[in-house]
């Protein structure tokens, strides 16, 4: 089947790439040059943000599938620049619907638990979004031009993503790893519930759910566990053996340009009941986690 990925440069776009390589025929979307490991995909460097150039490589490409994982997803950046926000969340969105629509393709969208106010989480499909912030408006528009523009597709919603893999950009619990190795303190917000999603896992619920489902709607394919910051910095630190501090910091307390839902976190019972792919709890993951940072270390 011919499958596209957005966001292929990406945490989850990168590893639904990799997943996807000498399974399918893969087109590879992404700004400026790829950044993946060299394989059997083409690449296409198309702007989300432009308007138009999305939507014509996967028209070129003929794409029966897509998964949409680009996005601007810096999300103070976004709220720096709300403009380029709406261009690149909406109105990318907005071609990726476009074209799947005129090619008749399959088409899930990814997006985030901060659709949700973070008043009364981990959330399941059914509440209702209150999204704040220009970060969290865009991808929750997003969501509503997917459903009005591909009518069938379907809204994969997931939080917190980290990686391991060689190249995979530094998130926050890779910093754990790095900053715990160094001697360093690290600082982690004790009152933001999250569900941190494994980027390797994410993307294997999302493409089985683009690729063999026809399932409409939203559904949440994040980790398993919803638990706090410094929870999560804790058991990163007891996965790989390191000692040394972690301060607990209220969000309250620091000054951030977007609001953080506190309670966010993703329920993910719907998932787990529709896929094969389990959603994996949070030792499990980070199991994985720590096997792939070997794998860096010794490449
Ligand atoms: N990261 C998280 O913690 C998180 C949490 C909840 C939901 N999500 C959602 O999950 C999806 C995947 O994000 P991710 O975790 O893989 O984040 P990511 O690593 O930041 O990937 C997003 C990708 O989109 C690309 N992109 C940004 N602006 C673009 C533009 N104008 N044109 C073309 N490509 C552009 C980025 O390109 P560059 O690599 O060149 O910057 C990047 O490769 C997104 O829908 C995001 O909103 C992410």
Same mark, same amino acid.
């Given at each position: 089947?011919?499958? #596209?990925?957005?966001?292929?440069?990406?945490?989850?776009?990168?590893?639904?790439?990799?997943?996807?390589?000498?399974?399918?025929?893969?087109?590879?979307?992404?700004?400026?040059?790829?950044?993946?490991?060299?394989?059997?995909?083409?690449?296409?460097?198309?702007?989300?943000?432009?308007?138009?150039?999305?939507?014509?490589?996967?028209?070129?490409?003929?794409?029966?599938?897509?998964?949409? #994982?680009?996005?601007?997803?810096?999300?103070?950046?976004?709220?720096?620049?709300?403009? !380029? !926000?709406?261009?690149?969340?909406?109105?990318?969105?907005?071609? @990726?619907?476009?074209?799947?629509?005129?090619?008749? &393709?399959?088409?899930? #969208?990814?997006?985030?638990?901060? =659709?949700?106010?973070? /008043? &009364?989480?981990?959330?399941? *499909?059914?509440?209702?979004?209150?999204?704040?912030? /220009?970060?969290?408006?865009?991808?929750?528009?997003?969501?509503? /031009?997917?459903? %009005?523009? /591909?009518?069938?597709?379907? =809204?994969?919603?997931? &939080?917190?993503v980290y990686s391991g893999?060689?190249?995979?950009?530094?998130?926050?619990?890779?910093?754990?790893?790095?900053?715990?190795?160094?001697? *360093?303190?690290?600082? !982690?917000?004790?009152?933001?519930?999250?569900?941190p999603t494994l980027a390797e896992s994410g993307?294997?619920?999302?493409?089985?759910?683009?690729?063999?489902?026809?399932?409409?709607?939203?559904?949440?394919?994040?980790g398993?566990?919803?638990?706090?910051?410094?929870?999560?910095?804790?058991?990163?630190?007891?996965?790989?053996? %390191?000692?040394?501090?972690?301060?607990?910091?209220?969000?309250?307390?620091?000054?951030?340009?977007?609001?953080?839902? %506190?309670?966010?976190?993703?329920? @993910?019972?719907?998932?787990?009941?529709?896929?094969? *792919?389990?959603?994996l709890?949070?030792? !499990?993951a980070l199991?994985r986690f720590?096997?792939?940072?070997?794998?860096?270390?010794?490449?």
């Amino acid at each position: 089947m011919r499958v #596209a990925v957005t966001g292929a440069n990406g945490l989850l776009g990168g590893a639904a790439v990799a997943w996807l390589v000498g399974r399918h025929d893969v087109l590879a979307i992404g700004r400026g040059a790829s950044r993946l490991p060299p394989g059997a995909f083409r690449w296409a460097d198309a702007d989300l943000g432009d308007g138009r150039s999305v939507e014509v490589a996967l028209r070129d490409f003929r794409a029966e599938a897509v998964l949409h #994982a680009g996005a601007m997803t810096d999300v103070d950046g976004c709220e720096r620049q709300p403009e !380029a !926000a709406w261009r690149v969340n909406v109105g990318g969105t907005e071609q @990726v619907a476009r074209a799947c629509r005129a090619l008749r &393709a399959r088409l899930v #969208a990814v997006s985030t638990d901060y =659709v949700f106010d973070g /008043a &009364a989480g981990p959330y399941g *499909e059914d509440d209702l979004p209150n999204p704040r912030g /220009a970060y969290a408006r865009s991808k929750r528009c997003g969501e509503e /031009a997917a459903f %009005l523009l /591909a009518p069938g597709c379907a =809204v994969a919603r997931v &939080a917190v993503v980290y990686s391991g893999r060689p190249g995979a950009k530094t998130t926050f619990a890779t910093q754990v790893v790095e900053k715990l190795s160094r001697g *360093e303190p690290v600082k !982690a917000f004790s009152d933001q519930i999250v569900s941190p999603t494994l980027a390797e896992s994410g993307a294997a619920m999302t493409l089985e759910l683009l690729l063999e489902t026809d399932f409409h709607g939203v559904l949440h394919t994040a980790g398993a566990t919803a638990l706090d910051r410094v929870d999560f910095a804790r058991r990163v630190a007891a996965r790989f053996a %390191l000692e040394g501090e972690i301060i607990p910091v209220h969000t309250a307390d620091v000054k951030l340009l977007a609001p953080r839902p %506190l309670r966010a976190g993703l329920r @993910v019972e719907r998932a787990a009941a529709l896929l094969r *792919e389990q959603p994996l709890a949070i030792d !499990a993951a980070l199991d994985r986690f720590h096997a792939q940072w070997l794998g860096r270390v010794s490449a």
